[in-house]
Nanobody, 129 residues
Framework: VQLVESGGGLVQTGGSLRLSCDIS????????IAWFRQAPGKEREGVSC????????HYWNFVKGRFTISSDNNRNTVYLQMNTLKPEDTAVYYC???????????????????????WGRGTQVTVSS
């Protein structure tokens, strides 16, 4: 499974970005896709996850109401729309998928990185103050 992120960049506080995750194996074997982020000197954090089969999603409290995850099954792509960005959102953003998370389902466990086997290389998001 290959995942490729894009859409990162530099944006001012309060601005928006839409990240994309293109997935090579977009099928029933890997229905759950998640976004994570890692800031310099910090541990990786789970941001959001989605079940591409039914559209159910879960968000980390810090981004709830500002970020929206969605999928386009025809394009084999999962998106992360990020609005009202803050400097604290500055990080490398990764998408991931795997089989273990299927058992966990959509909920708090789906933004734990131990649930995932396949990762993209990330895209840098920088929010200036």
């Amino acid at each position: 499974v290959q995942l490729v992120e894009s859409g990162g960049g530099l944006v001012q506080t309060g601005g928006s970005l839409r990240l994309s995750c293109d997935i090579s194996a977009f099928d029933l074997d890997y229905p759950i896709i998640a976004w994570f982020r890692q800031a310099p000197g910090k541990e990786r954090e789970g941001v959001s996850c989605i079940n591409t089969g039914d559209g159910s999603a879960h968000y980390w409290n810090f981004v709830k109401g500002r970020f929206t995850i969605s999928s386009d099954n025809n394009r084999n792509t999962v998106y992360l729309q990020m609005n009202t960005l803050k400097p604290e959102d500055t990080a490398v953003y990764y998408c991931a998928t795997g089989r273990r998370v299927i058992v966990s389902g959509i909920g708090p466990m789906c933004i734990r990185d131990s649930e995932y086997d396949y990762w993209g290389r990330g895209t840098q998001v920088t929010v200036s103050s």
